[in-house]
């Protein structure tokens, strides 16, 4: 009868920075479900977020509006993009069918990015609302060295 031999046991350690980690997937995760349906009168606009040329780009679907019904602003590390389709429709008209959302939406993205927020721009062209936040460059990795002096020495 041959023995078979269990694999090591994780150092706990090891368990404690992966329960982490998975603790941090889940938390990013619930950000993007979606199974909180908007309110009455309210929609979620689709948004794509990408990094180019060393700026955060942000595309949001924002067919029909204009820039003055948008609002975009930055609290507590969040990009917080709102906005308002008003009611369309004509009077004396009766819709077969109305897929076009309408009424208020907002999105709320976590920049956990370094990002310098005050020089980031925002416009309106063909339906897209886009907004390109530069990044702030890394500073991991760079070099500073600190003078060690001997005891009695004087700076």
């Not at 994780?10 to 938390?27: G, I, M, V």
């Not at 993007?32 to 977020?49: C, L, N, Q, T």
């Not at 990009?79 to 076009?100: T, Y």
Request: net charge negative; with cysteine; glycine share 8%.
């Amino acid at each position: 009868m041959p023995l078979s031999r269990r694999p090591p046991r994780a150092e706990p350690t090891d368990l404690a920075a992966l329960q982490q980690e998975l603790n941090q997937l889940f938390e990013r995760l619930s950000e993007f479900d979606r199974a909180d349906h908007p309110a009455e009168g309210e929609w979620i606009p689709s948004v794509d977020i990408y990094e180019c040329r060393g700026s955060l780009m942000v595309v949001m679907e924002v067919p029909g509006l204009p820039p003055e019904s948008l609002r975009v602003a930055h609290a507590d590390g969040r990009l917080i993009i709102s906005g308002e389709r008003r009611d369309r429709k004509p009077p004396g008209v009766a819709f077969l069918c109305m897929e076009r959302p309408q009424g208020r939406f907002t999105r709320s993205i976590l920049l956990d990015e370094a990002v310098d927020i005050r020089r980031a721009e925002a416009q309106v062209e063909g339906g897209l609302l886009t907004i390109t936040i530069p990044r702030v460059k890394d500073r991991r990795g760079t070099e500073t060295v600190i003078p060690v002096r001997r005891d009695g020495e004087d700076s």
